[in-house]
């Protein structure tokens, strides 16, 4: 039996339009996991060019990519000027229970 070819998965190749990473992040906030906000955060980052989004958000390049790797735990104020420099906009609307009391 032939083997299929595969090849690994990249999220960057598929985030191509600002609504796309829009999107991605909408559903790393929507999961709850703060690594997969912060991994989600790099991967638009890395889809953007990590260069251009540090220079945007007058953060180094080199500790860009440590604080949003999947292992990195970035401070608040890292998150909202790399949100920023991505062009998005983080919001808060109500839980769909606490809505109805």
Partial sequence: MAKTPTRPWDEVEHLETAE?????????????????????????????GMAQIARESGLGRESL????????????????KVVRALGLRLHAAPEADAAEE
């Fill in 20 to 48: 796309d990473m829009a999107a991605y992040l909408e559903a790393a906030l929507e999961d709850g996991d703060p690594g997969l906000v912060v991994a989600a955060l790099g991967d638009i980052a890395r889809a953007k």
């Fill in 65 to 80: 990519y440590k604080a949003l790797s999947r292992e990195g735990n970035p401070e608040f104020a890292t998150v909202l």
